[in-house]
Each structure stands twice: as structure tokens, then as C-alpha cells.
């Protein structure tokens, strides 16, 4: 009823500016006074109420069905814009009365203005004070997943309005409902920045919706791929091996680049990238680059295309100046190292070995890194050069003189020199002079004295050691030293004082196999054998037990010494046999004895001797 009465005042106001601006109207009262009062009704006025014919009021309420709408709540319908305001929207859904909505339901659509058609939600037909209220935001929730429902059905594509960054992708406005961008579905290439798509309108399929928790995936990679994959058909029914096409670098990998072609990835192995040598295709090309590369090989369905870019560029060697030859010296720069020597880059994409045995003059095989390290800038000789394998071997210690060629003068025979021990082996050791002269001390060479089974009993790598050189041979570029040699020999000394016969007191050391050991000084240990341990009473000598020996052998050379106990005491009982036969003999003459007696007596001296009783 308070919606009735508003339209009667707004009626009678539009009725009196009428009257204020028409010319003065005589009513009938005023006209036909008499009429008036006769006719009118006293009852009605008395009441306060006008009494209406009941034709009017079936008229008034055809009216009312035929122009204004049956509401329900929870109810859309589509109303007209026909004020706004500085809050709000009046909106007409031709009912009794407009409803406001505030214009924040409104803030997706800045250009909204009066005439604009707009979907509402009957909240309420009537609030306490007779208000219809309404929701614009309601109705396009409700609306919107009627439209995504379909949407996804149909395989429509669909507008949205990407709100905001989140966690893995993108929040996207689609007919007023939040929906989820995964980043993965934004382009068929991998995203960098995200932010550039914020505050942007794009295109979108629904992908995936979940009714239960109200989620919604949209993608637009979808539709890229739905166009790429026209153009990826059209491109591989293209592909010939040496064929040329321009590309956007995709991605960088330590191993290669990928490159798409128009919806068709090729990879560039890091070793197609350049004829140079290089650690990282990020040297050569960048992200979202576009180059031109050719085709090297596919295989049978095309789905793995190899590409090439260095091959668009004629090769380094054939650009090798010509005049370049054995012998000359180049500068180059060191760009990888191994065991067996280094590689060094004269030129673009034209590399040379220099093995570990051109890097120095020494015979002692060491690391190349003990030479050069990567990025050195050092000069080198030409070794040896095929172009037609593309191959040069490069050497370092050309640069510097050869030791040898004047080694005799430097290293004649019998001159004494000091060395440091470089390596040992099981018959010497190798001891190097200077830088490329090595030579060897054989294991019999290093001392005068000791039995050395072993050079690393004797010493050790490192070590400096005086030596004398004993041969030299220059074709054969060796050496060969004395340790020993640098002292006296002591063995010339012991020579002569331990001649044969010689006697000499000393204890037994240690009773071995066949015998027993003595040791006359800290470099002579003498053998004696069994037989000879013989003491005068017969029995035989012991350990730590000290006696007489006799030097019965000497060998200088091989340092052997034997001496014997049981020599002392019979050479002692031969000396006293000698003199009885020279007595005997003597008085023999004088007494003039027979042949018989003499020959008697001699065969007893000569029992005697030989120990017979």
C-alpha cells in the first residue's frame, strides 16, 4: 500500500506543475453550483473514502498485470539502469517499485550509464519500508555458472579478466566468479614474468570444473596449442635436411637450446652452437632470441628435430691463412685441459693439442696442469698440421733450448754433479740434473758398503743426491750415474788389511745355515763355515764366543769374506811339525843316519801332521 501511495503523490505533484503552467480551469462546482451539491456524495465525504465503480477497478487491475511483473525472490531478472547516483544504481524491473544497488557491484563495468540493461537478483520484494531489494552481484554469480557450465560443455571460449598473481598461476575473472590460471596454461612456452599479464582481458577455455568445492580451470594455452597444432602439421610435412628456418629460442639446457619453429621444437646441441669451444650455450644465445638455424637430422615421425647454427658459418679451418705452416710460432689461449695435455685455440674454432710431453723438456711424464690452467694466453710451435683432418699438434718446450745438445760439455764422464730424486724403480733410482736431463743410478751404485735390496731403503724422492757421471750416451739421450763414486771406495782400504792369511780377533755374531757370521767393522761381516768353527779340542765355536779367525777369501768385488777359526790353530801346529823336521833332519846329518832310519822318522813327522796317532 505504501507503494500505492507513493505513485498517487508523485501523480497529484506532476498534476499541479501541470496546473501551475496551463491557463486557469473553472471546475463544475464553480460552473454549475447547484448541480454540484445536489449530485454530490455526502456519505463518501463524511467517511473520508471515495467510492469506485467496480468497471474502474477491474480496469486499474488489468493495468497493473499487464505492466508490471509477478516477483519472486531469488528471483533474476534483467532490469534498465534509469538513474545513478553517487552510491548507487536505481534500477526498474517493472515492478511497483525500482530498487538501488550500490555501485560497488558495479566496479568490473566503469562505463556503466542509465539505459544499460543489467541481470538483478530479487533479494526481497518488500523490506520494512517497502523496498524492492535487489543484487546485481547475486544474479551474475548465478548467471555466470549457468554460462562456465556451458561453456565448458560446448568448448565456448570465453572472456576473462585476470585479477592477480597466486601460487602457481593466475586468478581470473570469468562472468563475475573467481576462476584458477595454472601457470603451465598460460602459453605454450615457459613464462618469465606473470606480472605482465595482470590487469589484462584474455581468451580462455574452461578446462576443469569441481561442482563440489565451486573451482573453476581456465586456459589459453589451449587455444594456442589449438592454432600451433595447424601450423605444426604444415611445418613438418615441410622439413628437409639442410633446410633453413628462423626460430625463437624456447629454453637453454647445460646440453643445448631448444628452438621453436612455429609450434615445432628442434634442439641445438651445445656442440652445433658455435665452432668455437664453449661451456655454456647461454655464451651464444639468449631467451626469446630469434635466429636462423638448418635442419641436420630428424627422425621418421619428425617429432625430434636436430638443429644446427654453427653450420651457417663457414668453418674455421678454411678460413686458416694459407702461409701457416710447421714450425711457426702462435699465440693461444688455453680453453680445456686433460691428463694428456691441453688444447689451445689459435684461432675461432681452431684448436691444437699440446701434449704433456711437448709441455717440457723433462722425461718425468707430469699433469698438464702442473703447466697451464684454463684461459692462459701462452705461445707455442707448430708440431705438425693436416688440414684436411682439420688436427695440429701444438709444443711448448720447442720454445726453449734442447739440454742435450750440449751435454757433453756440460756433463762430461766423471764429473760430479748434484741431482734430486724424481722416481724409483726396483733396479735404481732416477734423479734429475736439471730441467730435461735425467739420469740413473743404478740399485749397485749407491753404496760401497751397504746391500741396498731397495732404493727407498736408501732414500727418498726428493731428496738431493752428489753423483758422478759414468756414461753418457747423447743419441740415446741417457745417462748413467754413481752415487757411490762421489767417496773413496773402502773396500781398497779393507783389502789390504784384510789380506789373505791375514788373522784377526773378533765374536761370533750369529749362527746361520752352513756356519756362522763375524763382523770385523760396521761394513765387513765375514762367513765362516761350518767346518771351520772348529775349536783345537774339537769341539766347535758359539755364538758371542770370541776367537782367532783367518782371511782364507777376499773379494773386493762382490764384497765376500770368509775366515776361518780351524786355520789359526793348525797352521800354528804345522809351523812347530816344520822346525822338528828341520831339527831332525839337521841331526841327521851330523849322526849320519841310515836312508831307512831317516825315511823312519820322516813318516812320523808326517803322521803327526795329518793327526794320525
Keep these: 500500500m505504501a507503494e500505492n501511495k507513493t505513485k498517487e503523490a508523485e501523480v497529484a505533484v506532476e498534476a499541479t506543475e501541470a496546473k501551475a503552467t496551463q491557463a486557469p480551469v473553472v471546475s463544475e462546482a464553480q460552473a454549475n453550483p447547484e448541480k454540484f451539491l445536489k449530485e454530490f456524495d455526502w456519505h463518501n465525504y463524511e467517511e473520508g473514502i471515495e467510492q469506485v465503480e467496480d468497471t474502474k477497478l477491474e480496469e486499474f487491475e488489468k493495468l497493473v498485470s499487464e505492466n508490471f511483473v509477478d516477483t519472486l525472490d531469488d528471483q533474476v531478472v534483467e532490469g534498465t539502469v534509469i538513474a545513478i547516483t553517487d552510491r548507487d544504481a536505481i534500477i526498474d524491473i517493472n515492478a511497483k517499485s525500482e530498487g538501488v544497488i550500490s555501485l560497488n557491484e558495479f566496479r568490473y563495468n566503469p562505463d556503466l550509464k542509465v539505459g544499460d540493461k543489467v541481470e538483478v537478483l530479487i533479494d526481497v520484494r518488500e523490506d520494512a519500508t517497502g523496498q524492492l531489494v535487489l543484487s546485481h552481484r547475486k544474479a551474475r554469480v548465478i548467471k555466470a555458472w549457468d554460462r562456465v557450465n556451458n561453456a565448458h560443455d560446448t568448448g565456448e571460449i570465453v572472456n576473462g579478466f585476470v585479477k592477480c598473481r597466486t601460487k602457481g598461476g593466475m586468478i581470473v575473472d570469468v562472468f563475475g566468479i573467481e576462476a584458477f590460471l595454472p601457470g603451465s596454461q598460460i602459453d605454450v612456452k615457459p613464462i618469465r614474468d606473470y606480472d605482465q599479464y595482470v590487469n589484462k ?41 639442410g633446410q633453413v628456418l628462423e626460430g625463437v629460442v624456447k629454453n637453454i639446457t647445460s646440453y643445448g637450446v631448444f628452438i621453436d619453429l612455429g609450434g615445432v621444437d628442434g634442439l641445438v646441441h651445445i656442440t652445433d652452437l658455435s665452432w668455437s669451444r664453449i661451456n655454456h650455450p647461454n655464451e651464444i644465445v639468449e631467451l626469446d632470441q630469434k635466429l636462423n638455424v638448418v635442419i641436420l ?54 684448436e691444437g693439442l699440446v701434449h704433456v710431453s711437448e709441455m717440457s723438456w723433462s722425461t718425468h711424464l707430469r699433469s698438464a696442469q702442473d703447466f697451464v690452467s684454463v684461459g692462459d694466453e701462452i705461445d707455442a710451435v707448430i ?3 693436416d688440414r ?10 720447442q720454445l726453449t733450448p ?6 757433453t760439455s756440460k756433463y762430461p764422464v766423471g764429473s760430479k754433479h748434484t741431482g734430486i730424486v724424481r722416481n724409483f724403480t726396483n733396479f735404481g733410482v732416477f734423479v734429475e740434473l736439471e730441467e730435461g736431463i735425467d739420469g740413473l743410478i743404478y740399485i749397485s751404485d749407491l753404496s760401497w758398503t751397504k746391500k741396498v735390496k731397495h732404493p727407498s731403503e736408501f732414500c727418498n724422492v726428493g731428496d738431493k743426491l752428489d753423483v758422478v757421471v759414468l756414461e753418457l750416451d747423447v743419441e740415446g739421450r741417457k745417462l748413467s750415474l754413481g752415487h757411490k763414486q762421489t767417496t773413496e771406495n773402502p773396500w781398497d782400504k779393507y783389502e789390504t788389511e784384510f789380506a789373505l792369511e791375514s788373522v784377526h780377533k773378533a765374536a761370533i755374531s750369529e749362527i746361520v745355515d752352513k756356519g756362522a757370521t763375524i763382523e770385523f767393522n760396521e ?10 768353527l772348529e775349536k783345537e779340542d774339537g769341539s766347535k765355536l758359539k755364538k758371542g764366543e770370541e776367537a782367532e779367525f783367518k782371511i782364507i777369501e777376499f773379494n773386493k768385488e762382490f764384497k765376500r769374506v770368509v775366515a776361518s777359526h780351524t786355520a789359526v790353530f793348525r797352521e800354528e801346529e804345522a809351523k812347530i811339525v816344520k822346525q822338528a823336521v828341520r831339527k831332525a833332519e839337521a841331526q841327521a846329518a851330523e849322526a849320519k843316519p841310515t836312508l831307512g832310519d831317516a825315511n823312519d822318522a820322516l813318516q812320523a813327522l808326517k803322521d803327526k801332521m795329518d793327526g794320525k796317532k
Design 523 to 532: 761394513d765387513i761381516v765375514a762367513f765362516v763355515p761350518q767346518r771351520h
Design 201 to 241: 582481458t584474455m581468451e580462455f577455455k574452461v578446462v576443469k570444473i569441481n561442482h563440489e568445492f565451486k573451482n573453476i580451470v581456465v586456459s589459453h594455452k589451449a587455444l594456442i596449442e589449438a592454432d600451433i597444432e595447424e601450423q605444426k602439421k604444415e611445418i613438418i610435412g615441410q622439413l628437409e635436411k
Design 402 to 407: 734442447d739440454p742435450w745438445t750440449d751435454i
Design 297 to 350: 637430422d630428424f627422425d621418421e615421425d619428425k617429432s625430434r628435430i636436430q638443429l644446427g647454427l654453427k653450420q651457417l658459418s663457414k668453418h674455421p679451418w678454411e678460413a686458416l691463412a694459407e702461409d701457416v705452416k710447421v714450425g711457426d710460432k702462435v699465440k693461444g689461449k688455453v680453453v680445456v685441459i686433460a691428463d694428456y695435455g691441453a688444447f689451445i685455440e689459435v684461432a675461432d674454432g681452431v
Design 388 to 397: 684436411e683432418d682439420r688436427k695440429m699438434s701444438l709444443g711448448i718446450k
Design 383 to 385: 708440431l705438425t698440421l
